[in-house]
Structure formats: structure tokens, C-alpha cells
């Protein structure tokens, strides 16, 4: 099986052709008969369908054009394994098969979605520690690119970890075959050693709750999504998302 990369920057989508039913019904007929050509007019003839679907995923920071490239993913294996025996609409079939490709997508390569403007405020962070670092000659630290930027110490934490993958506190960064040194030693911030022990076990609580529990609390607290958008996101009801966001607190405070 092959992919057809699609493009959407600069499409004028009013041009994109809208295949009738019967026109549908003969190229996929066609299709199953191995016909190339019948497959290339229905994958082009859908894209709008592709379109309309990538709207629900809208305002959401991320990249419609990469959303548009897995939804025709759906598309066509909504096209390779639609039953032509069956009474039911390509489109019926379709919509549900290229939904449930963009939500893998969004879940497999986006196990902790970093909303726009965490990543803006990440960037403008990494600015201001380097001018600082040239003002200082030195290494700033948190407080300081927090005091400048004019925003609180934990915004600017938690921006700056959003872009960066997750690194141990205790692996280790040298070792001459003695004495190892571990990244916790070569972090530079105004903490004591007992900051780190709760830092580490409010993690620990983390491990705790179940993966339904930790998504909610990260689209809560860290993307600032309402209970409502949570819950039309994960599919459940506004109630059930208050309940799991309030057990969830108090199994870390329990467990910190």
C-alpha cells in the first residue's frame, strides 16, 4: 500500500471536486478490481471530506497540514477496505475511519500536548536567558529569567520543560570511574535538596493514577482547557471529569 502526500497550503478548496454517489460507487468498484487510476479519482475526489473532518480538531495548536496528511491516511484505508457489498454510504464509512486516524496520531506523537503559547512563552524564555547569560556572564537562573520576563518562576518552569524531553534527575553526566556527577548536581537554581525529594515525589504520586487521571489533570492544569472542552475531548461527560479531576488531586495529596 501506498501514501499520496496531499498538500493544503495555498489549495483553494472551492475547486476540489465533489464526486455524486454513483460516481463513488463505480470508481470504488473499479478500485477493488485493482484499478490505479479509479483509486487516485476517489482519494482526490474526498479530499474535502478529509477537510470537513480536520475542522473538529481546529484550535487545538496544531499544524493542519499535518492533521490534513493523517486524515488522507484514514481516507485511504477507509478506500482499501470499504466493503462494496454492504448498503452503506463511503462516506458513513469514512468520516469514523479518518476521525479515529487523527485521534492515534494526537495520542501516539502527543502524549503531552504543549499548547501554543506555552511553547511561545518557552521561546521567549530561551531569549531572555541568553541575554542575560551575555549581561551576567554567567548562567541565570530561574528567578531571574522569571523576574525579567515578569511572569512567576513556575510559568517559566513549566515552559521550558514543555519543549524538552523528560531527563532523569539522577542519570548521570560524568564519571571518571569514581565519583559520578548526575544531572541534579549541575542544575542551577535557588532550591535545597529537600525542593528536589517533593519534586520527585509529587512525580511519584503521579505514577499513581490511571492514564484517564493524568490526561485530564494535563489538559486542566497544564493546556488550561475547561472542564467542558475536556470533556467533549475525551468523550465523556462534564460531571465525570469534575469527579476524576477532584480524586485525582486527592490522591496526590494523599500520596504526597
Same mark, same amino acid.
Given at each position: 500500500?501506498?501514501?499520496?502526500?496531499?498538500?493544503?497550503? =495555498?489549495?483553494?478548496?472551492?475547486?476540489?471536486?465533489? !464526486?455524486?454517489?454513483?460516481?463513488?460507487?463505480?470508481?470504488?468498484?473499479?478500485?477493488?478490481?485493482?484499478?490505479?487510476?479509479?483509486?487516485?479519482?476517489?482519494?482526490?475526489?474526498?479530499?474535502?471530506?478529509?477537510?470537513?473532518? #480536520?475542522?473538529?480538531?481546529?484550535?487545538?495548536?496544531?499544524?493542519?497540514?499535518?492533521?490534513?496528511?493523517? =486524515?488522507? #491516511? =484514514?481516507?485511504?484505508?477507509?478506500?482499501?477496505?470499504?466493503?462494496?457489498?454492504?448498503?452503506?454510504?463511503?462516506?458513513?464509512?469514512?468520516?469514523?475511519?479518518?476521525? &479515529?486516524?487523527?485521534?492515534?496520531? !494526537?495520542? @501516539?506523537?502527543?502524549?503531552?500536548?504543549?499548547?501554543?503559547?506555552?511553547?511561545?512563552?518557552?521561546?521567549?524564555?530561551?531569549?531572555?536567558?541568553?541575554?542575560? $547569560?551575555?549581561?551576567?556572564?554567567?548562567?541565570?537562573?530561574?528567578?531571574?529569567?522569571?523576574?525579567?520576563?515578569? #511572569?512567576?518562576?513556575?510559568?517559566?518552569?513549566?515552559?521550558?520543560?514543555?519543549?524538552?524531553?523528560?531527563?532523569?534527575?539522577?542519570?548521570?553526566?560524568?564519571?571518571?570511574?569514581?565519583?559520578?556527577?548526575?544531572?541534579?548536581?549541575?542544575?542551577?537554581?535557588?532550591?535545597?535538596?529537600? @525542593?528536589?525529594?517533593?519534586?520527585?515525589?509529587?512525580?511519584?504520586? /503521579?505514577?499513581?493514577?490511571?492514564?484517564?487521571?493524568?490526561?485530564?489533570?494535563? /489538559?486542566?492544569? /497544564?493546556? &488550561?482547557?475547561?472542564?467542558?472542552?475536556?470533556?467533549?475531548? #475525551?468523550?465523556?461527560?462534564?460531571? $465525570?471529569?469534575?469527579? /476524576?479531576?477532584?480524586?485525582?488531586?486527592?490522591?496526590?495529596?494523599?500520596? &504526597?
Amino acid at each position: 500500500m501506498y501514501f499520496n502526500k496531499v498538500e493544503i497550503c =495555498g489549495v483553494n478548496t472551492s475547486e476540489l471536486k465533489v !464526486l455524486k454517489e454513483s460516481e463513488k460507487t463505480e470508481l470504488l468498484r473499479r478500485v477493488k478490481q485493482g484499478d490505479k487510476a479509479a483509486r487516485d479519482a476517489l482519494i482526490n475526489g474526498n479530499l474535502r471530506l478529509v477537510l470537513s473532518v #480536520i475542522q473538529r480538531f481546529a484550535g487545538r495548536g496544531e499544524n493542519l497540514d499535518d492533521l490534513f496528511q493523517i =486524515g488522507c #491516511i =484514514g481516507l485511504i484505508k477507509s478506500i482499501d477496505n470499504f466493503d462494496v457489498t454492504q448498503d452503506v454510504k463511503f462516506s458513513t464509512y469514512a468520516v469514523p475511519m479518518i476521525i &479515529g486516524e487523527i485521534r492515534r496520531y !494526537l495520542r @501516539d506523537n502527543n502524549s503531552v500536548r504543549v499548547s501554543r503559547s506555552l511553547r511561545d512563552t518557552a521561546y521567549k524564555a530561551m531569549q531572555v536567558k541568553e541575554d542575560l $547569560q551575555n549581561e551576567l556572564n554567567r548562567e541565570p537562573d530561574i528567578e531571574e529569567i522569571a523576574e525579567r520576563m515578569g #511572569i512567576p518562576k513556575s510559568q517559566v518552569v513549566l515552559a521550558l520543560e514543555s519543549i524538552v524531553e523528560p531527563v532523569s534527575l539522577f542519570e548521570p553526566v560524568y564519571s571518571d570511574g569514581g565519583d559520578t556527577i548526575f544531572v541534579m548536581d549541575q542544575v542551577s537554581d535557588r532550591v535545597t535538596d529537600t @525542593d528536589w525529594m517533593d519534586e520527585i515525589l509529587f512525580k511519584e504520586s /503521579l505514577e499513581k493514577l490511571s492514564e484517564r487521571e493524568k490526561m485530564i489533570l494535563n /489538559l486542566r492544569f /497544564l493546556q &488550561g482547557k475547561t472542564q467542558m472542552e475536556v470533556a467533549e475531548e #475525551i468523550g465523556i461527560s462534564q460531571a $465525570q471529569v469534575s469527579r /476524576l479531576e477532584k480524586g485525582a488531586v486527592q490522591k496526590i495529596k494523599e500520596n &504526597g
